[in-house]
């Protein structure tokens, strides 16, 4: 079965950076894009941006733009989502979701990591 | 990108149907077919109930449908039951090449 599994919570101080893995299974790696999403406390949805698993393409949400770093690694199928310069306003569940339709970029379809969540404070 | 604008909140009894409303524009949501819908629990990851406009996953209940006019995205959920109390998000391709979600709305059921 399709399967995103993220690594565990952060804690950063400002100005720092935080990496957050997702690793999937259970269906061909290179086959989907992967889009990073996240949610601060009682926020909404936010559109981080998205890598293209098979040749490494990427495409940020203008606001992350300069400050995030999205990157895979086809041999273990895991997909990393780097912050720079994190503020208290980076404070946030971070998800990786598998876009819907294969070979293309889209909204997330119903495979998603668990969460990560990421705590900025000094 | 600015967000989809979708209504704060909404309510129903149960047995009843409601419509969640998703307006953008011709760049997003009037451009392309693909809108998804996602229902939030607390503390859950969200899950699609409806993807490129009207689609349902196997699995997902036929109380809920989805359409579209224009630059505006519906969905519709009939015989509203208790479990239904979430948080519902809109999302959509765009002109960029880029993925907009919605404010969301958090679904009361009276």
């Known amino acids: 079965q399709v399967q995103l599994v993220q690594s565990g919570a952060e804690v950063r101080k400002p100005g720092a950076s935080v990496t957050v893995s997702c690793k999937a299974s259970g269906y061909t790696f290179t086959g989907y894009y992967l889009n990073w999403v996240r949610q601060a406390p009682g926020q909404g949805l936010e559109w981080m941006g998205w890598?293209?698993?098979?040749?490494?393409?990427?495409n940020y949400a203008r606001k992350f733009q300069g400050r995030v770093t999205m990157t895979r690694d086809t041999s273990i199928t895991t997909a990393y989502l780097e912050l720079s310069r994190l503020t208290s306003d980076d404070t946030a569940v971070y998800y990786c979701?598998?876009?819907?339709?294969?070979?293309?970029?889209?909204?997330?379809?119903?495979?998603w990591g668990q969460g990560t969540l990421v705590t900025v404070s000094s | 990108q600015s967000a989809l604008t979708q209504p704060a909140s909404v309510s129903g009894s149960p047995g009843q149907s409601i419509t969640i409303s998703c307006t953008g524009g011709s760049s997003d949501v009037g451009g392309y077919n693909y809108v998804s819908w996602y229902q939030q629990h607390p503390g859950k990851a969200p899950k699609v109930m409806i993807y490129?406009?009207?689609n349902r996953p196997s699995g997902v209940s036929n109380r809920f449908s989805g359409s579209k006019s224009g630059n505006t995205a519906s969905l519709t959920i009939s015989g509203l039951q208790a479990e239904d109390e979430a948080d519902y998000y809109c999302?959509?391709?765009?002109?960029?090449?880029?993925?907009?979600f919605g404010g969301g709305t958090k679904l009361t059921v009276l």
């Open positions: 999302s959509s391709y765009t002109t960029s090449s880029t993925v907009v």
């Open positions: 979701a598998r876009a819907s339709g294969e070979l293309r970029p889209g909204p997330p379809d119903d495979y």
């Open positions: 890598i293209n698993s098979k040749n490494g393409g990427t």
């Open positions: 490129e406009v009207s």
